[in-house]
């Protein structure tokens, strides 16, 4: 079983929305984690309202610090990706065994929208582009893959439709 880490500054939206789609999606084949480098403090309530519509269980998602995965006795990562271009600009914490890294760039459904549904569709957008990113990265064998193979194909699974010009960049 994998530990997957997925990054964004406030762990409170594109974070907490990729935790959860890739501990569902991912069966026992990894244990997803979410943090950020400045955490909210709440995952965002538009978020866990679109999470729970969906039919996943919210009651352990929490906004919560990238230092606490860097503690001893903290699962060990194997891969750590950022989602939003904050985090993958910023100088994470050394990651106890050198986990491989990679950005998934996600436009920040966070404040967008005026009205409630406006907002559930901002989010619906993240959701369905983490979704995409996570099938893809499910239909890799991803625990036999070398570090440098498994970095180069979760990065260009990081350019896929939605990436951010910055991730496309980065991919290629």
């Known amino acids: 079983m994998k530990h997957i880490l997925i990054l964004c500054t406030a762990n409170s939206a594109r974070s907490i929305l990729a935790e959860s789609l890739l501990n569902r999606l991912g069966g026992n084949r990894l244990t997803a984690h979410s943090a950020g480098s400045k955490p909210r403090g709440e995952p965002n309530p538009d978020g866990l309202a679109l999470l729970a519509e969906l039919g996943h269980d919210t009651s352990g998602l929490r906004s919560k610090s990238w230092a606490e995965f ?24 050394i990651w106890p065994g050198a986990p491989v890294q990679a950005h998934w760039g996600i436009a920040d459904p966070a404040g967008k929208g005026e009205t409630a ?17 996570a099938n893809a990265l499910l239909a890799l064998p991803f625990e036999q893959m070398p570090a440098g193979e498994l970095r180069t194909a979760l990065n260009a699974i990081g350019a896929l439709d939605g990436a951010t010009e910055q991730a496309r960049a980065a991919a290629a």
Do not use: H, K, Q
């Open 70 to 93: 860097a503690e001893p006795g903290a699962p060990s990562m194997d891969i750590v990706i950022t989602v939003c271009d904050n985090a993958a600009n910023e100088a994470c914490p």
């Open 117 to 133: 549904a406006e907002r559930r569709a901002a989010f619906l957008d993240a959701y369905r582009l983490l979704e995409m990113r």
